[in-house]
């Protein structure tokens, strides 16, 4: 007998009619004699249907703690609903949120991490033969405040509580049956991995694929813990997250996917004084505002002078651009300006430790495809370029190409 963590995602739980075909599924386990313990997400729309009513109350500064009490009311709605859906096919089953499980988070409201699980009322209601149905991405901090872990964060819930409770799966079901070379919704020649490295599910999901949440990711590989994503819609095998990578970077095509994000913004300070410390004096007040800085390019100094280039969560632009202005003298009086209209588009796959050429290979097709290239970024298993938002489907679908991804074969090179 086994015991599953079953996540099912917005668009899963979607209707009433979808919550019904969960519970089919989630009866047909227990029918076939193993365990589960069933997470949730809000349903599709629900989650940005009540942040747009917290902006229009506080447009400028939203308050994250009541933003935290309003969002983790979502995922409340689908554990009932779930609940009921399986008690209505006798299959016995109970609701719980995050602060009832007891899932223990740090108090960063809208970005929390979790600490700690309390696994006792989950595994009384396993003993019980009873379905324990988990709120996603909602926990609760040392003072009984309600807190959530970021948008997508339903799929850390799942994996959290797999490894809390020693899961012998951690199923993610999705409106996608698996992971794929990149988003299925962009390229349609994009093709299912059976398999795919840790390693490259986390560089994916860092760059942007949200198929999973990074923290997910990182959270399986701090525990092992067996992960797949799958269709909540149609049977299927889905992707198996493995560890193995030795055995799998043997058997693996050099590029293994290709990951965007498109909610990207670049701003770039120029003239400022070419001294040691500049970056430091640039780049330490953004941190302090609590902002992410993901790709940095100095420019190489002429007359003891640099520019200086960096890109950001497009949400941060104006906040960035604004501080900058500010500093504009302190920082020597560099000229600031910007684009909050670009995105990042990366390749990605653990075979490139062995092979060379990649880069270039990447800088051709999107040549060829007339795509101007702002900024690039690599890393051992990755490279990343910074292009015009308006093009990105045309470089994905590129590098598609390029790689020959839609094609079983490992690449030939
Ligand atoms: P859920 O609501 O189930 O959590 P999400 O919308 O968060 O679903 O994630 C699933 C979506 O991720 C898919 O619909 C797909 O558009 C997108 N996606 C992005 N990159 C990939 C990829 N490489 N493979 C599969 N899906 C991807
Ligand atoms: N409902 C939350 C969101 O939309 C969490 C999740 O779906 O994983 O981001
Ligand atoms: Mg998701």
Same mark, same amino acid.
């Given at each position: ?14 209707? #009433?009619?979808? $919550? ?27 989650? +940005? ?12 500064? #939203? ?194 996917? $290709? ?39 100095? +420019? ?35 000229? #600031? ?77």
């Amino acid at each position: 007998m086994a015991l599953y963590v079953m996540k099912y995602g917005g668009t899963s739980v979607g209707s #009433v009619e979808r $919550i019904r075909r969960v519970a089919d599924q989630v009866a047909a386990v227990r029918a076939g004699g193993d365990d589960a313990v069933i997470v949730v997400s809000a349903m599709s729309g629900e989650t +940005n249907r009540l942040v747009a009513m917290a902006r229009e109350i506080m447009p400028a500064t #939203v308050d994250t703690r009541e933003l935290d009490v309003l969002l983790s009311t979502g995922e409340q709605v689908t554990i009932a609903l779930l609940s009921m859906a399986l008690k209505a096919l006798n299959c016995d089953a109970r609701s719980w949120t995050g602060a009832q499980v007891r899932v223990l988070t740090d108090a960063a409201h809208s970005k929390a991490r979790i600490v700690d699980i309390n696994t006792d009322r989950l595994r009384a209601d396993i003993e019980a033969g009873c379905v324990p149905v988990v709120a996603g991405f909602q926990g609760v901090d040392e003072q009984g405040n309600i807190t959530t872990l970021g948008r997508g964060g339903s799929d850390t819930s799942a994996v959290a509580l797999a490894a809390a409770l020693g899961a012998d799966e951690c199923r993610i079901y999705t409106d996608v049956d698996g992971v794929y070379t990149t988003d299925p919704r962009v390229e349609s020649r994009a093709r299912r991995l059976d398999r795919i490295t840790f390693e490259e599910m986390l560089e994916m999901a860092s760059l942007g694929s949200k198929v999973l949440q990074i923290r997910a990711v990182e959270f399986a590989g701090n525990y092992n813990v067996p992960l797949r994503v799958l269709s909540s819609f149609e049977p299927g095998p889905g992707t198996l997250i493995t560890y193995d990578t030795e055995e799998d970077e043997m058997e693996q095509a050099v590029v293994s996917g $290709i990951a965007f994000a498109r909610d990207e913004a670049q701003v770039t300070i120029t003239g400022v004084p070419d001294r040691p410390g500049i970056a430091y004096a640039i780049l330490g007040p953004i941190s302090d505002l609590n902002i992410v800085v993901d790709m940095i390019i100095q +420019n190489v100094g002429a007359d003891g002078l640099t520019d200086f280039t960096f890109t950001v969560n497009r949400d941060d632009y104006a906040r960035v651009i604004e501080h900058l202005r500010s500093q504009s003298s302190e920082l020597g009086g560099g000229s #600031v300006s910007g684009d909050d209209r670009v995105a990042k588009l990366s390749v990605v796959g653990v075979g490139m430790r062995s092979h060379a050429g990649i880069a270039s290979r990447m800088f051709r097709a999107l040549s060829e495809a007339g795509i101007n290239l702002r900024l690039i970024s690599t890393s051992e298993i990755k490279v990343s370029v910074v292009i015009d938002e308006k093009y990105l489907e045309l470089g994905v679908r590129s590098l598609h190409e390029e790689f020959e991804l839609a094609n079983a074969s490992v690449d030939p090179d």
